[in-house]
């Protein structure tokens, strides 16, 4: 029976395929973590549309599982650099955090420091780890034989990791990035124009509208942040590229030489900025529709009545908090008459209300997507920020890591987020962050408009993702689009050069008409002498 059918379905598959529709040979190289759950969602899709995909992944992953229907796996040894002590770390940053009350800016910039010198010292260490992974993948002479044989159309990665980007310039195969962050930081800075009078860097939370002061803090942070992400990347993976593929090699043209760039947030989100030709903006593209919610949880919301519910996770590493700070929290939710569902994992706060649920897990989506759904607790994690877009609900912020305040600050500089900060956080402070968010209707108001102009798209982000990845298969490579900046020195580039020319020539031009003039002073002078002689 199951022999007959066979046939049947693949003949169903094949004729739902789109018609012009081909399979490539997809190569990817992901970061595990966060990052892996939004490149599976692009996985999934390609594998959808038919093309034969292929992950690399590391032997001890959390994440990325070795057999999946969805592609076939290349394990190799190497360490995922996440492992046990990377939740750890994460703790270590949110002590200090917790430890340094930012009551002065003083303070706050001392715990800047030592949150950066532990960031600093993590990061080195990760990239320590990927850079050897890079070498025994280069050294495994099989291994590089059966990916070079395997003639791969196109590798997809996450510029998060070096490994990728060098990986394919060894195999000379076209380069697509699902990325926001590269080993030198956020991806707008490596490869567009950035001017600083109105493009935050980022850490500092800043908006486009900067005053001089805040300007001087742009500048400052630019220097010191691009140095310390140069430092720590340099130091490790500059010897292997020397090793590997020569001494005048700069390692970060591997990533320059990207075909195209596929940013994970767009202009709702976003400050106006100048971009490439190859950069694509597909922002929001792990967005869905809610699906309905389990039983029990939808019991759960109805019997909010008209109050709704508040909805409040901090991410997959995050689910945990110290227990002070969640009695904190679950005070200010017995507060309210709204109910709450709350995914947490440590032990029960002693004085959680009997409106609030603790669950170990969500559908975070579904939720959102919820008409009772009042308010989003986040940490401004990627799926976070973006659902809540998506969804039109508004955010009560509680920033942790990384580039998570950042996040948070630009949905409050669109009217959408409310924001509390973790180490200042009691319950009475709380409780009224949540009441503006649930009360003043021009945080949802803000939140529904970003959310009709970030769906007025005429290609889902999706789509344009999987769109682009095609056409770099079906052009092997998008040479066309790339800009001559990458090849320049950076004198060259700013243009020094011709400014010195030009200047000179002025100056020569300058010299000559005072000379000529001195001289014709000097004839018209000596003439008057010689008459009056
Ligand atoms: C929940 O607690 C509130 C106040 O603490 C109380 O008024 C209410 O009756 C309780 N509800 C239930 C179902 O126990
Ligand atoms: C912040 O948001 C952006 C855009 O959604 C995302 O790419 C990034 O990963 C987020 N940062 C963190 C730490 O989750
Ligand atoms: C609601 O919030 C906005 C933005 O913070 C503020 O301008 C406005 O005055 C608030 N409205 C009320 C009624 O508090």
């Not at 007959?4 to 379905?9: A, E, G, H, Q, R």
């Not at 969805?70 to 940053?93: A, K």
């Not at 682009?468 to 900046?485: A, D, F, P």
């Amino acid at each position: 029976m199951k022999m007959l059918y066979l046939p049947l379905i693949l003949f169903t598959l094949l004729s739902f395929q789109p018609p012009g529709s081909f399979g490539g040979k997809i190569l990817v190289f992901p970061l595990d973590g966060s990052h892996w759950i939004n490149m599976k969602v692009l996985i999934e899709e390609l594998h959808a549309k038919g093309h034969e995909i292929t992950v690399i992944r590391p032997s001890d992953s959390w994440y990325i599982s070795e057999k999946s229907p969805l592609y076939t796996s290349v394990t190799l040894p190497y360490s995922s650099g996440f492992e046990e002590n990377f939740e750890t770390y994460l703790f270590q940053q949110l002590e200090i955090r917790l430890r340094g009350k930012p009551t002065s800016s003083w303070s706050r910039i001392w715990t800047q420091i030592q949150i950066r010198n532990v960031v600093v010292e993590q990061f080195t260490q990760f990239h320590k780890g990927m850079s050897e992974t890079v070498v025994q993948m280069f050294e495994d002479k099989e291994l590089m034989q059966s990916l070079h044989a395997a003639k791969y159309d196109v590798l997809l990665t996450d510029p998060g990791i070096g490994c990728g980007a060098m990986l394919a310039r060894r195999l000379q195969v076209p380069l697509v990035f699902n990325v926001r962050w590269t080993i030198q930081g956020e991806a707008h800075f490596l490869v567009a124009p950035s001017p600083l009078a109105y493009i935050p860097f980022t850490g500092t939370e800043l908006t486009d509208k900067m005053t001089f002061p805040e300007r001087i803090k742009n500048m400052l942070s630019y220097i010191i942040g691009m140095y310390t992400l140069f430092y720590m990347a340099e130091t490790n993976y500059k010897p292997v590229v020397m090793k590997y593929f020569g001494p005048d090699v700069d390692y970060s043209t591997f990533f320059l030489d990207a075909d195209i760039w596929l940013m994970r947030n767009d202009f709702v989100f976003e400050f106006p900025r100048p971009t490439l030709p190859n950069i694509v903006y597909m922002g929001g593209f792990q967005c869905k529709p809610s699906k309905a919610l389990p039983d029990d949880l939808e019991t759960f919301v109805q019997s909010s009545g008209d109050h709704g519910v508040i909805v409040m996770t901090l991410g997959t590493l995050v689910a945990k908090l110290p227990q002070h700070v969640t009695e904190e929290i679950a005070a200010a939710f017995a507060r309210l008459p709204q109910k709450v569902i709350w995914r947490y994992i440590g032990q029960r706060p002693t004085n959680l209300g009997n409106n609030t649920l603790l669950v170990n897990w969500l559908p975070q989506n579904d939720l959102l997507g919820h008409p009772k759904t009042r308010v989003f607790v986040t940490h401004g994690g990627t799926n976070g920020v973006q659902e809540a877009i998506y969804h039109g609900v508004p955010i009560v912020g509680l920033p942790l890591f990384f580039d998570q305040p950042d996040n948070l600050s630009r949905i409050k500089a669109k009217g959408g987020a409310v924001i509390v900060d973790i180490a200042m956080l009691e319950r009475d402070s709380f409780a009224e962050a949540l009441m503006t968010a649930l009360y003043n209707s021009t945080y949802r108001e803000n939140m529904q408009m970003l959310s009709r102009l970030h769906r007025d798209q005429p290609m889902k982000p999706l789509d344009q993702a999987v769109f682009w990845i095609e056409y770099v298969i079906r052009h092997k490579g998008t040479r066309h689009l790339q800009t001559q900046s990458y090849k320049m020195s950076w004198f060259v580039y700013k243009s020094l050069d011709v400014i010195a020319f030009l200047l000179t020539v002025v100056l020569l031009m300058m010299l000559i008409c005072v000379s000529c003039l001195r001289l014709v002073w000097r004839m018209i002078f000596t003439g008057k002498k010689v008459k009056r002689e």
